[in-house]
Nanobody, 125 residues
């Protein structure tokens, strides 16, 4: 299995928007739930959002609810994270990951088996 690849990070002013994309390989992409996490320097990796394999169910961390939206397009093997009303505290490296099966919490890093290399998001004040 090839790890997913994130793109779309960059520098944005507070209040602005960014859209991250995660490209995954393989014919079984639609069989897996997917998640987004982030990690700021000195902090633990934090749950951001997750989406079920069909796209019918989504989950969000408390700090991003109402501002971020996760979506997927199984025909293209992609998962996107639309980030609006960005704040300086959203600055972090953002990671896309594949959830390993049906067990485990969506918000736990231990529930995911394949991780991308991450993309940097910097929000200036």
């Amino acid at each position: 299995q090839v790890p997913p690849v994130e793109s779309g990070g960059g520098l944005v002013q507070a209040g602005g928007s960014l859209r991250l994309s995660c490209a995954a390989s393989g014919r079984t992409f639609s069989s897996y739930d997917m998640g987004w996490f982030r990690q700021a320097p000195g902090n633990e990796r934090e749950f951001v959002a997750a989406i079920s394999r069909s796209g019918g169910n989504t989950y969000y961390g408390d700090s991003v609810k109402g501002r971020f939206t996760v979506s997927r397009e199984n025909a293209k093997n992609t998962v996107d994270l639309q980030m609006n009303s960005l704040k300086p505290e959203d600055t972090a490296v953002y990671y896309c990951a594949r959830k390993a099966g049906d067990s485990g919490s969506y918000s736990s890093i231990w529930s995911y088996d394949y991780w991308g290399q991450g993309t940097q998001v910097t929000v200036s004040s």
